[in-house]
């Protein structure tokens, strides 16, 4: 993901609807959001990944495969982008 993709509000963008792209998304689609976690998590990041079912001023939703809607506050949004549609999931043999 490159800085352009997202930018949460004050952060490079200067908070102008070009800093947060995630406002223009629309449920439905599929995107990829990189989240900031709190100081003092044993990583400074967690990506969520999965389906958009929300997006409002104060952030998005996300209906990912294994932990159902993940709610992500705008402030917590490093980066994100829209990604393609799931590959088509092959039967077992």
């Known amino acids: 993901m490159s800085s352009a993709d997202a930018t949460a509000p004050g952060g490079p963008g200067g908070g102008g609807p070009a800093a947060v792209p995630w406002r223009a998304w629309r449920p439905g689609q599929r995107v990829v959001v990189r989240r ?13 990944l999965g389906d958009l079912v929300a997006v409002d001023d104060d952030g998005v939703t996300v209906r990912t495969r294994r932990a159902g809607d993940v709610r992500v506050p705008g402030a917590e949004i490093a980066l994100g982008k829209v990604v393609p549609p799931a590959p088509e999931r092959r039967p077992r043999r």
């Open 36 to 48: 900031r976690l709190p100081a003092g998590e044993p990583q400074p990041y967690t990506d969520v």
